[in-house]
């Protein structure tokens, strides 16, 4: 995460906690935004340990003196990151799904000199045809927060990826592009995720028979997201389900423990995603 970036993350919710607001809507906004900026922190501080790519071990154990508890073997698990990040941020997601039976957890980190989301989306492809040929599944999971999320679905919906992935997870991802930040758009990619950019234009287009699920978890806090609901997917041709997180922020989503334990039941049990979207997650 850039220092230089942290400000425009912020701004959005600062500007919601002046006079007039209802006092319980307030404290909610203070608490989520103290939390994005510890977690900013907290992942400065982890950032250079994810700077190379991960060691690919036949088996992830879980953490020392933490039991696993039984559940049905699932596909491979890919892990990946948004904008200007590696695979750092998923340490705490990484150790949830390690401690309840998801042993075969793998991150992908692309340049943060990646210009094009469409190059992106390639090498995932490369990736996730490598994890399959090495562990033998015909398949995966892929959860991606924030560009990664997008990179993600245009590899599953425009590259053929369905064949391989089973089920995409996608954390404040803007599937619809977003308008925040302007000064970003100095970056070729950060172009390629506003509303009318080509390549959002692509993911609009007609996917009959895409095989992939898709689910969004999205929070009403996110100050990426400009609307909001950028980061729902919404296509006719898409088994999507939205999952509102109500309570925290942007970077939060990957960390949370109550997002984590979203992301396992929508991972194992198609039944406990749907009873999600109808309720959505407060975690605040």
């Known amino acids: 995460m850039k220092v230089t970036g942290v400000l425009p993350l912020f701004l959005p919710i600062c500007r919601r906690l002046w006079p007039g607001r209802l006092a319980s809507e307030s404290v909610t906004l203070v ?3 103290a939390l994005e900026a510890a977690i900013l922190a907290g992942h400065m501080l982890l950032y250079p340990t994810g700077l190379t790519q991960e060691r690919r071990p036949a088996a992830l154990p879980a953490p020392a003196g933490t039991a696993r508890l039984p559940v049905p ?4 698990v890919v892990l990946l990151h948004g904008f200007i990040d590696n695979r750092s941020v998923f340490v705490l997601l990484r150790r949830s799904l390690a401690q309840h039976g998801r042993q075969r957890v793998e991150s992908l980190n692309y340049s943060p000199l990646t210009c094009d989301i469409r190059t992106a989306a390639e090498l995932l492809g490369r990736h996730v045809e490598e994890i399959c040929e090495r562990t033998g ?13 997008l990179i993600a679905r245009y590899y599953a919906q ?4 369905d064949v391989r992935v089973r089920t995409v997870v996608t954390l404040g991802t803007p599937h619809s592009g977003t308008r925040a930040v302007p000064l970003a758009n100095a970056h070729p990619i950060v172009r390629q995720m506003r ?3 080509p390549v959002i234009e692509e993911l ?8 992939t699920r898709f689910v969004s978890f999205w929070s009403d806090l996110d100050s990426v997201m400009a609307p909001l609901e950028a980061a729902c997917v919404d296509h006719p041709d898409l088994e999507a389900h939205n999952i509102r997180v109500s309570g925290i ?6 960390v949370h423990p109550a997002v984590a334990a979203g992301i396992r039941e929508a991972l194992d049990s198609e039944s406990a995603m749907k009873r999600q979207e109808g309720g959505g997650l407060t975690v605040a």
């Open 31 to 33: 608490k989520a935004t």
């Open 204 to 211: 609009a287009r007609p996917a009959p028979g895409c095989r």
């Open 195 to 197: 509303p009318d950019s």
């Open 137 to 149: 599944s015909a398949q995966v999971d892929i959860v991606g927060h924030s560009l990664g999320g």
């Open 158 to 161: 425009c590259l053929g990826g």
């Open 249 to 254: 922020g942007h970077l939060a989503l990957p």
């Open 73 to 76: 073997a699932g596909p491979p």
